[in-house]
């Protein structure tokens, strides 16, 4: 494996549960329930998709208002409360260090990427991102992560791909990556274990590929 490609939201930044917290208070503001099945569906998923979900979920609403309007208050909340998932800060210079180049992959848009990972601190550790708005397809399609492999400069086979939800994981396996399930709000259903490897943190995963190559290198 040469590359390591990572999904942003709830992956490297602890920031899904704030996501959740908006789309709720928008729900109570509106007097809609959302299903208990709703973080599961929405997380992760692109534009197309989570307008879609919206739309069944918020009978009435502008689905793109409302996106527009959680984003919003994200980004607001992003200012203050935002905070690294543990173990991204050990685990990117540690693969950086061992040659991977390293891509991040997000549903979100770019200015939005840009500034939540300059204000955590790893912006620098990244060759290149690939944004939301940049693909016409969003997960679950593999456009994203068919992108990224390529400013790499690598085939798709030889990246990781790290996800936190189903969506990704399921636009990793479409672009023929190897995926890595770090779970958040999304469990670890058998569907996705099936072909996704499991870790319960960034700092598990860092610890099996540093001990892979390290194996390797005694060879």
């Not at 390591?4 to 109570?28: K, N, P, V």
């Not at 992760?44 to 879609?52: A, F, K, L, M």
Request: charged residues 20%; aromatic residues 6%.
């Amino acid at each position: 494996m040469k590359g390591a490609i990572f999904d942003m939201d709830g992956l490297l930044l602890d920031s899904e549960r704030l996501y959740q917290r908006c789309w709720h208070q928008l729900a109570r503001e509106r007097g809609v329930t959302l299903p208990p099945d709703f973080a599961v569906r929405i997380t992760g998923s692109g534009q197309g998709v989570t307008q879609q979900i919206l739309g069944s979920c918020f009978p009435g609403e502008d689905p793109r208002a409302l996106n527009l309007a959680c984003r919003a208050m994200v980004m607001e909340l992003e200012k203050t409360d935002l905070q690294l998932k543990p173990g991204a800060a050990e685990l990117l210079p540690a693969l950086q260090r061992a040659g991977y180049r390293l891509a991040v992959a997000s549903s979100s848009p770019r200015d939005m990427v840009r500034t939540n990972l300059e204000r955590t601190g790893i912006l620098g550790f990244f060759d290149t991102l690939v944004c939301g708005d940049e693909v016409r397809r969003g997960k679950p399609e593999p456009d994203i992560f068919l992108l990224a492999a390529g400013r790499l400069a690598l085939p798709p086979a030889e990246c990781y791909v790290l996800e936190d939800s189903a969506n990704g994981l399921l636009a990793a396996r479409a672009a023929g990556c190897r995926a890595v399930m770090i779970p958040d709000l999304v469990p670890p259903a058998p569907e996705l274990t099936a072909f996704a490897a499991v870790y319960p943190d960034l700092t598990a995963f860092g610890k099996a590929v540093i001990a892979q190559l390290s194996g390797l290198q005694g060879i």
